[in-house]
T-cell receptor, first 118, second 114 residues
Framework: AQKITQTQPGMFVQEKEAVTLDCTYD???????LFWYKQPSSGEMIFLIY??????QNATEGRYSLNFQKARKSANLVISASQLGDSAMYFC???????????????FGSGTRLSIRP | DAGVTQSPTHLIKTRGQQVTLRCSPI?????VSWYQQVLGQGPQFIFQ???????GRGNFPDRFSARQFPNYSSELNVNALLLGDSALYLC?????????????FGSGTRLTVV
């Protein structure tokens, strides 16, 4: 069964430091997508970054980069130069679904609560 | 452009009652999905609708139902509410079935069952 594992329930990081949030996944599909979402206390899930299983280069979006190691089935999120506004829950997620006509649900990990210290 | 809008933002219901949650996707998005997020956990998939047809259903009882309208907005209905239904209900939309990319989420409806 497809599964996302986030082993860090909470992390504290000093402002301006880089931080890595861990994520491992399990799937038997050859084609899949991996996502990271940020969820502040307001509740909205904010899309951060996407990595396709066939993408050869690691995805980057501003201060966010995804360290994709396919053989190890890991997709860690790296946030450079952390800011106070980065304090939130972070979810790693994977898109299931094998075709355009099938359900393409996203399964989520249990999340990591990141707290940035001033 | 307006994002995904959900209503109401907060709701308090009594056990046994019924509730309807509403979602308007981003203009042009034809796929809507619903997720339940219990406090302290990641969201769990409930339903996906694409072009007004149900395309997927998660492991939820029949008390949960949904539909999608011709304008692609969607409603989630929950009957015979239980205390355990208290959660944040998130709606997400995508332009296709969501296969190639992720979804854009709304801010959610926070349901409290007392």
């Amino acid at each position: 069964a497809q599964k996302i594992t986030q082993t860090q329930p909470g992390m504290f990081v000093q402002e301006k430091e880089a931080v890595t949030l861990d994520c491992t996944y399990d799937t038997s599909d050859q084609s899949y997508g991996l996502f990271w979402y940020k969820q502040p206390s307001s509740g909205e899930m904010i899309f951060l970054i996407y990595q396709g299983s066939y993408d050869e280069q690691n995805a980057t979006e501003g201060r966010y980069s995804l360290n994709f190691q396919k053989a190890r089935k890991s997709a860690n999120l790296v946030i450079s130069a952390s800011q106070l506004g980065d304090s939130a829950m972070y979810f790693c997620a994977m898109r299931e679904g094998k075709g355009y006509s099938s359900a393409s649900k996203i399964i989520f990990g249990s999340g990591t609560r990141l707290s940035i210290r001033p | 452009d307006a994002g995904v809008t959900q209503s109401p933002t907060h709701l308090i219901k009594t056990r046994g009652q019924q509730v309807t949650l509403r979602c308007s996707p981003i203009s042009g998005h034809k796929s809507v999905s619903w997720y339940q997020q219990v406090l302290g956990q990641g969201p769990q998939f409930i339903f996906q609708y694409y072009e007004k047809e149900e395309r997927g259903r998660g492991n939820f009882p029949d008390r949960f139902s949904a539909r999608q309208f011709p304008n692609y907005s969607s409603e989630l209905n929950v009957n015979a509410l239980l205390l355990g239904d208290s959660a944040l209900y998130l709606c997400a939309s995508s332009p296709t079935g969501g296969r190639n990319y992720g979804y854009t989420f709304g801010s959610g409806t926070r349901l409290t069952v007392v």
